[in-house]
């Protein structure tokens, strides 16, 4: 990788402070279009870059068979490179600029059935064993506050407050915001504390590995898996469905859309509006399958 790629990610990491997950995906995509554009010949020239260069990589990575979403992620990934580029006096011009985002199909979010969850969730755990707790304690965060993978990994003992029942979490775009919690929450965290504290000690991060190093992506997302798994569910299974079902439980139970947006850190109200449709379609099947007149036929 060339020198410049590795100082752009140098900042990413230490000015954006960007999740670990986004670090590297942006690091492999912007290895791959380097790759594409040398052919391992010379060293890459980020002043000659054209606008036809870039279309000419995509194109061949949608004949190599990325979707939609992968090819998204490698636009972004050269526009945010080239807008440090332009910052850093390197380059004059951002040739992804103009580059136009391959739209993505309009899907609904994937939710764990509510009885689903509160099966898993009231099902009985060693309240001595301290992975089966921390396990569990995982699973319940993400479905009682709504927080993102990375957050989880890189949430900090310091800013998990059981007395208020509030918690603080780092976000994308380097923002913080508090979440509440109630007291079931709060009484898995403090016995989970006690198991962690007499096994590796106080530490920076809230969740750890026995050995008292910080969890990692994959590890979280099989957690979650396995737990869902056992729970029944036979749709995705992963920390991002916890988060759609979080949203989508609030939203059916009258919470106010800008709290939820709040709640979810997200920019726009426009991403949390997808909730709403969530809720509707929920709506029409309950209402489907409750009403006597719903599916007769003819008249």
Excluded at 26 to 47: H, I, N
Excluded at 104 to 115: A, F, H, T, W
Excluded at 139 to 168: H, S
Excluded at 207 to 220: A, I, S, T, W
């Amino acid at each position: 990788m060339s020198d410049i790629i590795d100082k752009y990610l140098q900042y990413i990491k230490l000015e954006l402070n960007l999740s670990q997950h986004t670090r590297l995906a942006y690091a492999k995509d912007l290895q791959q279009w380097q790759e594409f554009l040398t052919q391992g010949r010379s060293e890459l020239d980020v002043a000659s870059v054209t606008n036809s260069d870039i279309r000419a990589w995509l194109l061949h990575l949608n004949n190599e068979g990325d979707g939609p979403r992968t090819l998204r992620r490698k636009v972004q990934a050269v526009r945010s490179f080239y807008k440090w580029l332009m910052r850093s006096g390197i380059v004059a011009d951002n040739p992804a600029a103009s580059v136009e985002l391959a739209r993505l199909p309009k899907r609904l979010p994937q939710l764990v059935r509510e009885d689903n969850i509160n099966e898993l969730l009231d099902s009985e755990v060693d309240q001595s064993d301290f992975l089966e707790v921390r396990n569990r304690l995982i699973v319940m965060m993400f479905y009682t506050t709504g927080m993102r993978r990375a957050e989880l990994i890189e949430l900090r003992d310091v800013n998990v407050d059981t007395k208020k029942g509030e918690l603080k979490v780092h976000g994308k775009r380097n923002k913080d915001r508090i979440i509440p919690f109630g007291t079931e929450l709060a009484l898995w965290i403090n016995n989970y504390r006690s198991l962690r504290d007499k096994m590796v000690g106080e530490g920076e991060y809230f969740f750890v590995r026995e050995n008292g190093q910080l969890l990692y992506p994959m590890l979280v997302y099989r957690v979650v898996r396995q737990a869902l798994q056992q729970a029944g569910v036979t749709s995705k299974r992963s920390p991002h469905v916890l988060r759609h079902s979080f949203a989508t439980a609030m939203l059916n139970d009258g919470a106010q859309l800008n709290i939820v947006k709040e709640l979810l850190g997200h920019e726009s109200l426009a991403t949390t509006q997808i909730y709403t449709h969530v809720t509707f379609s929920e709506l029409k099947n309950n209402y489907k399958l409750a009403h006597p007149r719903a599916l007769k036929k003819g008249g």
